[in-house]
T-cell receptor, first 111, second 115 residues
């Protein structure tokens, strides 16, 4: 799996967009970018994934740069319940089912 | 509701007393896995299973056993627990071929303390 680099922590105001960056400069052509989050010792929760196109679902949007060396997870209207550790993971889903969690970004949403 | 369940959620035990943490999923997933989470070390994979009767070691398998006799169940066995196995444990499952194959589903966690 390609190594990812995320900021250690970030704060966000409730109701504002939260933009979480992730660098994955050694990503290979078959590897997808996944985002998971973990709310205070609960089981990690899948958020979104993408290969090269931008993706959006009911939880978030994922913006991947054209060279695929970095991406940004966007929580459009952060709420207090979005306070969590967010993990950016890169893997090839067809031959690697293990998720390699790094330290992630601790996001604190403040009222 | 699609889910992964684990039992017990909390367990305090003593060194050497065999224990089993159960994991069950209702999504007919082929792939199941166990992780442990420790402060400063993140989540690390213990064992995984690609299907019934197929299991393999993850990154930190020492001191653990697993079995996969049925598709839905993947118990984690600690034959002789030691204090260094005190941790938060997560079971996860994954569909290998269906529409949700990119998403791994996690259980709520089991907090184990070995005295």
């Amino acid at each position: 799996d390609a190594k990812t680099t995320q900021p250690t922590s970030m704060d966000c105001a409730e109701g504002r967009a939260a933009n979480l960056p992730c660098n994955h400069s050694t990503i290979s052509g078959n590897e997808y970018v996944y985002w998971y989050r973990q709310i205070h010792s609960q089981g990690p929760q899948y958020i979104i994934h993408g290969l090269k196109n931008n993706e959006t679902n009911e939880m978030a949007s994922l913006i991947i740069t054209e060279d695929r060396k970095s991406s940004t997870l966007i929580l459009p209207h952060a709420t207090l319940r979005d306070t969590a550790v967010y993990y950016c993971i890169v893997r090839d889903p067809t031959n690697d089912y293990k998720l390699s969690f790094g330290a992630g970004t601790t996001v604190t949403v403040r009222a | 509701e699609a889910q992964v369940t684990q039992n017990p959620r909390y367990l305090i035990t003593v060194t050497g007393k065999k224990l089993t943490v159960t994991c069950s999923q209702n999504m007919n997933h082929e792939y199941m896995s166990w992780y442990r989470q420790d402060p400063g070390l993140g989540l690390r994979q213990i064992y995984y299973s690609m299907n019934v009767e197929v299991t393999d070691k993850g990154d930190v398998p020492e001191g653990y056993k697993v079995s996969r006799k049925e598709k839905r169940n993947f118990p984690l066995i600690l034959e002789s627990p030691s204090p260094n196995q005190t941790s938060l444990y997560f079971c996860a499952s994954n569909d290998l071929a269906g529409s949700s194959y990119n998403e791994q589903f996690f259980g709520p966690g089991t907090r184990l303390t070995v005295l």
